[in-house]
Protein backbone atom coordinates (compact mmCIF):
# COMPACT_ATOMS: atom_id res chain seq x y z
CA UNK A 1 0.00 0.00 0.00
CA UNK A 2 1.13 3.34 -0.72
CA UNK A 3 1.03 6.78 1.53
CA UNK A 4 2.40 9.86 2.13
CA UNK A 5 3.63 11.98 4.90
CA UNK A 6 3.77 16.12 5.03
CA UNK A 7 5.79 16.71 7.45
CA UNK A 8 4.77 20.48 7.95
CA UNK A 9 0.86 21.51 8.42
CA UNK A 10 1.71 25.07 7.56
CA UNK A 11 4.88 26.83 6.85
CA UNK A 12 5.46 30.31 6.86
CA UNK A 13 8.25 32.23 5.53
CA UNK A 14 9.09 35.91 4.50
CA UNK A 15 9.16 37.04 0.93
CA UNK A 16 12.24 36.63 -0.72
CA UNK A 17 13.34 33.52 0.99
CA UNK A 18 13.61 30.04 0.10
CA UNK A 19 10.96 27.79 0.21
CA UNK A 20 10.94 24.07 1.92
CA UNK A 21 7.95 21.94 2.13
CA UNK A 22 8.47 18.61 3.31
CA UNK A 23 7.29 15.21 2.26
CA UNK A 24 7.72 11.57 2.92
CA UNK A 25 6.46 8.40 1.17
CA UNK A 26 5.90 4.91 1.09
CA UNK A 27 5.23 2.34 -1.72
CA UNK A 28 5.50 -0.63 -2.66
CA UNK A 29 6.59 -0.08 -6.23
CA UNK A 30 8.58 2.56 -7.85
CA UNK A 31 6.07 5.21 -7.22
CA UNK A 32 5.35 8.42 -9.49
CA UNK A 33 5.37 11.41 -7.10
CA UNK A 34 3.64 14.77 -8.00
CA UNK A 35 2.89 17.88 -6.42
CA UNK A 36 -0.16 19.79 -6.45
CA UNK A 37 -1.27 23.79 -5.72
CA UNK A 38 -4.36 24.82 -4.66
CA UNK A 39 -5.18 28.28 -4.40
CA UNK A 40 -7.84 29.91 -1.94
CA UNK A 41 -11.31 28.54 -3.34
CA UNK A 42 -9.74 26.92 -6.60
CA UNK A 43 -8.96 23.64 -7.78
CA UNK A 44 -5.84 21.88 -8.13
CA UNK A 45 -2.85 22.25 -10.33
CA UNK A 46 0.08 20.20 -10.88
CA UNK A 47 3.30 21.97 -10.27
CA UNK A 48 5.86 19.07 -10.58
CA UNK A 49 6.08 15.03 -11.22
CA UNK A 50 8.84 12.58 -10.85
CA UNK A 51 7.84 9.84 -13.37
CA UNK A 52 11.56 7.52 -12.79
CA UNK A 53 13.62 9.58 -15.03
CA UNK A 54 16.13 12.33 -13.55
CA UNK A 55 15.58 12.72 -9.91
CA UNK A 56 15.95 16.52 -9.76
CA UNK A 57 12.43 17.68 -11.35
CA UNK A 58 11.76 21.31 -11.99
CA UNK A 59 7.93 22.70 -12.40
CA UNK A 60 6.66 25.75 -13.11
CA UNK A 61 6.68 29.05 -10.90
CA UNK A 62 10.09 28.05 -9.93
CA UNK A 63 9.72 25.26 -7.98
CA UNK A 64 11.82 22.15 -8.10
CA UNK A 65 11.85 19.23 -6.13
CA UNK A 66 14.27 16.18 -5.79
CA UNK A 67 13.53 12.45 -5.62
CA UNK A 68 15.44 10.71 -2.73
CA UNK A 69 14.86 7.00 -2.52
CA UNK A 70 17.42 6.31 0.07
CA UNK A 71 15.66 8.82 2.23
CA UNK A 72 11.94 7.75 0.58
CA UNK A 73 11.59 11.54 0.23
CA UNK A 74 10.38 14.11 -2.16
CA UNK A 75 10.54 17.69 -0.36
CA UNK A 76 9.04 20.98 -2.61
CA UNK A 77 11.44 23.80 -2.74
CA UNK A 78 11.85 27.82 -4.48
CA UNK A 79 15.21 29.65 -4.19
CA UNK A 80 13.33 33.03 -3.40
CA UNK A 81 9.39 32.70 -2.42
CA UNK A 82 6.66 35.64 -3.70
CA UNK A 83 3.44 36.38 -2.67
CA UNK A 84 1.93 34.78 -4.92
CA UNK A 85 3.27 31.43 -3.74
CA UNK A 86 0.52 32.02 -0.43
CA UNK A 87 -1.49 28.58 -1.00
CA UNK A 88 -1.71 24.62 0.13
CA UNK A 89 0.41 22.61 -1.48
CA UNK A 90 0.04 18.67 -1.72
CA UNK A 91 2.55 15.61 -2.16
CA UNK A 92 0.92 13.06 -4.00
CA UNK A 93 1.67 9.23 -4.73
CA UNK A 94 0.89 6.91 -7.26
CA UNK A 95 2.17 3.63 -7.72
CA UNK A 96 2.64 3.51 -11.66
CA UNK A 97 2.84 0.72 -14.19
CA UNK A 98 -0.52 -0.94 -13.04
CA UNK A 99 -3.12 0.70 -15.08
CA UNK A 100 -5.08 2.49 -12.18
CA UNK A 101 -5.80 5.60 -11.05
CA UNK A 102 -5.29 6.04 -7.80
CA UNK A 103 -3.65 8.68 -6.06
CA UNK A 104 -2.92 9.18 -2.42
CA UNK A 105 -2.25 12.37 -1.15
CA UNK A 106 -0.83 13.77 1.53
CA UNK A 107 -2.99 15.90 4.39
CA UNK A 108 -1.35 19.10 2.49
CA UNK A 109 0.87 22.18 3.73
CA UNK A 110 -0.46 25.58 3.94
CA UNK A 111 2.72 28.30 3.15
CA UNK A 112 2.08 31.73 4.33
CA UNK A 113 4.12 34.05 2.70
CA UNK A 114 5.07 37.26 4.93
CA UNK A 115 5.10 40.40 3.26
CA UNK B 1 -10.39 23.67 -24.15
CA UNK B 2 -12.54 23.92 -21.14
CA UNK B 3 -10.79 21.05 -19.21
CA UNK B 4 -12.55 19.63 -16.46
CA UNK B 5 -16.57 21.47 -15.37
CA UNK B 6 -18.30 20.70 -12.40
CA UNK B 7 -21.47 21.71 -11.84
CA UNK B 8 -22.59 23.33 -9.43
CA UNK B 9 -20.57 25.53 -7.77
CA UNK B 10 -22.39 25.59 -4.41
CA UNK B 11 -25.04 23.33 -3.10
CA UNK B 12 -27.12 23.29 0.01
CA UNK B 13 -29.25 20.06 1.13
CA UNK B 14 -31.41 19.03 3.90
CA UNK B 15 -30.61 15.46 5.44
CA UNK B 16 -31.73 13.04 3.27
CA UNK B 17 -32.36 14.61 -0.21
CA UNK B 18 -30.23 13.21 -3.10
CA UNK B 19 -28.63 14.89 -5.70
CA UNK B 20 -26.52 14.74 -8.57
CA UNK B 21 -23.41 16.68 -8.51
CA UNK B 22 -22.05 17.23 -12.82
CA UNK B 23 -18.35 16.53 -14.12
CA UNK B 24 -17.95 17.05 -17.67
CA UNK B 25 -14.11 16.93 -19.78
CA UNK B 26 -13.20 18.33 -23.40
CA UNK B 27 -9.85 16.08 -23.00
CA UNK B 28 -11.12 12.90 -24.35
CA UNK B 29 -9.56 11.43 -21.41
CA UNK B 30 -10.28 7.59 -20.49
CA UNK B 31 -9.99 8.09 -16.72
CA UNK B 32 -12.09 10.29 -14.00
CA UNK B 33 -12.05 10.49 -10.59
CA UNK B 34 -13.95 11.59 -7.66
CA UNK B 35 -12.52 12.99 -4.72
CA UNK B 36 -13.78 14.62 -1.62
CA UNK B 37 -11.70 17.29 0.39
CA UNK B 38 -12.15 18.12 3.99
CA UNK B 39 -10.00 19.75 6.74
CA UNK B 40 -6.61 18.29 7.37
CA UNK B 41 -7.21 15.21 5.60
CA UNK B 42 -6.19 15.97 2.02
CA UNK B 43 -8.33 14.45 -0.83
CA UNK B 44 -9.97 11.32 -0.57
CA UNK B 45 -10.94 8.75 -3.50
CA UNK B 46 -14.65 8.15 -3.51
CA UNK B 47 -14.86 6.51 -6.69
CA UNK B 48 -13.17 6.12 -9.97
CA UNK B 49 -13.25 5.01 -14.35
CA UNK B 50 -10.82 3.97 -16.36
CA UNK B 51 -13.20 3.86 -19.53
CA UNK B 52 -16.88 4.68 -20.66
CA UNK B 53 -19.01 1.77 -18.95
CA UNK B 54 -16.44 0.98 -16.25
CA UNK B 55 -16.30 1.70 -12.33
CA UNK B 56 -14.87 1.04 -9.45
CA UNK B 57 -14.63 2.41 -5.63
CA UNK B 58 -12.33 4.08 -3.76
CA UNK B 59 -11.24 4.79 -0.49
CA UNK B 60 -14.70 6.35 0.89
CA UNK B 61 -17.22 5.03 -1.27
CA UNK B 62 -20.45 4.47 0.79
CA UNK B 63 -23.36 7.08 0.03
CA UNK B 64 -22.73 7.50 -3.13
CA UNK B 65 -22.99 5.95 -6.69
CA UNK B 66 -21.41 6.62 -10.15
CA UNK B 67 -21.91 6.25 -13.57
CA UNK B 68 -20.04 6.19 -16.50
CA UNK B 69 -21.85 6.12 -19.94
CA UNK B 70 -19.77 8.35 -21.81
CA UNK B 71 -16.21 9.11 -22.00
CA UNK B 72 -17.12 12.77 -21.31
CA UNK B 73 -19.22 12.63 -18.21
CA UNK B 74 -19.07 11.38 -14.36
CA UNK B 75 -21.57 12.32 -12.78
CA UNK B 76 -21.94 11.61 -9.12
CA UNK B 77 -24.79 10.45 -7.12
CA UNK B 78 -25.55 11.12 -3.22
CA UNK B 79 -28.44 8.95 -2.36
CA UNK B 80 -29.52 10.31 0.62
CA UNK B 81 -27.67 12.73 2.23
CA UNK B 82 -25.83 12.56 5.31
CA UNK B 83 -24.38 15.68 7.54
CA UNK B 84 -20.80 13.81 7.54
CA UNK B 85 -21.52 14.50 3.38
CA UNK B 86 -20.97 18.02 4.18
CA UNK B 87 -17.50 18.69 1.91
CA UNK B 88 -15.81 19.89 -1.27
CA UNK B 89 -15.93 17.92 -4.13
CA UNK B 90 -13.46 17.63 -6.84
CA UNK B 91 -14.13 16.12 -10.14
CA UNK B 92 -10.73 14.60 -12.13
CA UNK B 93 -9.99 13.13 -15.54
CA UNK B 94 -5.91 12.10 -16.33
CA UNK B 95 -4.59 10.83 -19.45
CA UNK B 96 -1.13 8.28 -19.47
CA UNK B 97 1.33 10.84 -19.50
CA UNK B 98 3.77 8.10 -20.09
CA UNK B 99 6.15 5.89 -17.87
CA UNK B 100 3.17 4.55 -15.89
CA UNK B 101 2.43 8.45 -14.83
CA UNK B 102 -0.71 9.61 -14.65
CA UNK B 103 -0.92 13.01 -14.82
CA UNK B 104 -4.85 14.46 -13.18
CA UNK B 105 -6.83 17.80 -14.33
CA UNK B 106 -9.09 19.11 -11.67
CA UNK B 107 -12.33 20.91 -11.93
CA UNK B 108 -12.66 23.66 -9.60
CA UNK B 109 -14.80 21.96 -6.89
CA UNK B 110 -18.53 21.75 -5.75
CA UNK B 111 -19.17 23.13 -2.26
CA UNK B 112 -21.83 20.80 -0.82
CA UNK B 113 -23.57 21.86 2.66
CA UNK B 114 -25.77 19.17 4.14
CA UNK B 115 -27.82 20.35 7.23
Known amino acids: AQSVTQLDSHVSVSEGTPVLLRCNYSSSYSPSLFWYVQHPNKGLQLLLKYTSAATLVKGINGFEAEFKKSETSFHLTKPSAHMSDAAEYFCVVSESGFGNEKLTFGTGTRLTIIP | NAGVTQTPKFQVLKTGQSMTLQCAQDMNHEYMSWYRQDPGMGLRLIHY???????DQGEVPNGYNVSRSTTEDFPLRLLSAAPSQTSVYFC??????????????FGPGTRLTVT
Open chain 2, 92 to 105: ASSYSAGGGSYEQY
Open chain 2, 49 to 55: SVGAGIT
